[in-house]
């Protein structure tokens, strides 16, 4: 079986910045894109910021320049560095990752459990 635990959410007061992580443990054999996705109360879960495998990022319009996303493929570990937050980007954030495991030989996508994000004064 595959996991994603995730950390590093909490409370943080506008401007301020957070660290978030997700490692990825089990039966891997490889993985691909990795993700952040976040869902705000009565929203739709968005996507924040993507790596695929060779390095390259996207980002959502609303996090350009403020949030970096980066991995390190030898530890299955994705991280989104989030600067300068507004109380809009008050969400849970979910880690997305793309992986290939032993037990079920195929590409799937499997999330995390999600970390609470408030941006708050």
């Known amino acids: 079986q595959v996991q994603l635990v995730e950390s590093g959410g909490g409370l943080v007061q506008p401007g301020g910045s957070l660290r978030l992580s997700c490692v990825a443990s089990?039966?891997?054999?490889?993985?691909?894109?990795m993700a952040w996705y976040r869902q705000a109360p009565g929203k739709e879960r968005e996507l924040v910021a993507s790596?695929?495998?060779?390095?390259?990022?996207n980002y959502g319009d609303s996090v350009k320049g403020r949030f970096t996303i980066s991995r390190d493929t030898a530890k299955n570990t994705v991280a989104l560095q989030m600067n300068s937050l507004k109380p809009e980007d008050t969400a849970v954030y979910y880690c997305?990752?793309?992986?290939?495991?032993?037990?079920?030989?195929?590409?799937?996508?499997?999330w995390g459990q999600g970390t609470q994000v408030t941006v708050s004064s």
């Open positions: 089990g039966m891997i054999i490889s993985v691909s894109t």
């Open positions: 997305n990752v793309e992986m290939f495991t032993q037990d079920t030989r195929a590409w799937n996508e499997y």
């Open positions: 790596v695929i495998r060779g390095g390259s990022t």
